[in-house]
């Protein structure tokens, strides 16, 4: 009965409870969590803000918080206007839904891309647009020959669908946090034109977009007809993005807000997290890129069959592990068991958390709530277990 009130007291004051091979039941474990930038808590500054918050009903437009957010996000991003939603996924929905009015539209996508794969399909069961997904290039673009033969053919023909948009992402995910050269934007931009179709950047990641090519974000979104900005990864808010673009697409964007069920009232304590996220956000991210590279290089130069990492693929917060020789639940399984044998080599229980990406990868995301010491401390468990997989 003990045993399970503390595990219950461990879980409910956000104590890993240490178990695994050999681990003793019960020792408090040091966490790293890199299974993604979303699991970021907020700090103290935060949480100070928040509960600060000069709040109004923003469904009424008189929430000041909420408008103090709307207006530096608008000049950050060098848009007419933006509006605050809960999610980067509602964010995105409105974004279609404002650029293709037209029942059976067409998008143009990336297979891999995290609106055409992780949000529930609502681009067609919500909005009624018909996605036509390319292939990803491993840098996360798309092929720009293969991009203007589909809109080539999307011109006055009967038989197919009339392409009101292209969607791209910045970082892009799948890719492993990818950037999106400001060229390549420049060039779908004025396929786009050519063809009389529009871009929105999910910019999910956009600021660390920005922090890697040393640019504003304004300079990103210049190539773009809207974009959407989350507060929730790597900015480290609990809830909320941003839609921007110009002032009458915002416009019809409140309302389909609405529509959803995105409208919010004393929204301002949520806005007040996502300022502060937004005040240190060049020097945070740097930093997390900074952990990532030394995490790439770290375990590059552990020279193991079992795993292997391109530090030059990594420009971002995210690291992408190619794992042989034992499956990535595996791998992650033992990174995050704590046994005797770590526990006296590291001082302490440590479990790294990661994300099985692939059957043959895992992925590593570095946010604010991972130190460079937490980075050292992933380095030498990963080590161990390494050792441990290479023992007869």
Not at 156 to 167: D, F, M, Q, R
Request: proline share 5%; aromatic share 4%; hydrophobic share 40%.
């Amino acid at each position: 009965m003990f045993r399970g009130l503390a595990r219950a007291a461990a879980q409910r004051h956000r104590v890993p409870w240490a178990r695994g091979s050999g681990g003793r039941a019960g020792i408090p474990a040091h966490v790293v969590d890199l299974r993604s930038d979303t699991v970021t808590r907020p700090g103290p500054a935060m949480r100070r803000a928040m509960a600060e918050a000069d709040v109004g009903d923003d469904d009424y437009g008189e929430d000041p918080t909420v408008r103090e957010l709307q207006e530096k996000a608008a000049e950050l991003l060098g848009v007419g206007q933006t509006l605050f939603v809960p999610t980067n996924t509602m964010a995105n929905l409105i974004s279609v839904m404002g650029h293709c009015r037209r029942h059976g539209s067409q998008l143009l996508l990336g297979q891999e891309c995290h609106l055409h794969v992780y949000e529930q399909g609502g681009t067609a069961q919500v909005a009624g647009v018909h996605s036509h997904p390319l292939p990803d290039l491993p840098h996360g673009t798309l092929d720009l020959a293969e991009l203007e033969k589909v809109l080539r053919r999307s011109q006055g023909s009967s038989y197919h669908p009339v392409c009101e948009l292209i969607c791209l992402e910045n970082t892009h995910s799948s890719s492993g946090g990818r950037v999106l050269p400001l060229d390549y934007l420049g060039q779908v931009r004025l396929l786009a034109r050519n063809y009389g179709v529009r871009v929105h950047l999910d910019g999910a990641r956009l600021m660390n977009a920005a922090v890697a090519l040393g640019v504003p974000p304004s300079s990103i979104v210049q190539y773009c007809d809207s974009v959407s900005l989350c507060f929730s990864k790597g900015l480290g808010a609990p809830v909320g993005a941003l839609v921007g673009g110009p002032k009458d697409f915002i416009e019809e964007a409140w309302r389909l807000r609405k529509a959803l069920g995105g409208g919010m009232r004393q929204a301002g304590v949520l806005a007040a997290a996502a300022l502060v996220g937004l005040t240190d956000a060049e020097e945070r991210l740097g930093q997390d890129h900074r952990n990532a590279q030394r995490f790439a290089k770290g375990l590059r130069e552990l020279a193991s069959p079992f795993c292997s990492v391109d530090p030059s693929t990594v420009e971002t917060n995210m690291v992408m592990v190619r794992v042989a020789g034992l499956r990535p639940e595996e791998l992650c399984r033992r990174l995050q068991a704590v046994s005797a044998e770590e526990e006296a080599q590291l001082g302490r229980g440590v479990r790294v958390l990661l994300f099985p990406w692939t059957e043959y990868s895992v992925r590593a995301v570095w946010h604010r709530d991972v130190s460079a010491q937490d980075t050292e401390l992933a380095l030498r468990k990963w080590e161990l277990v390494l050792k441990q997989l290479g023992r007869p």
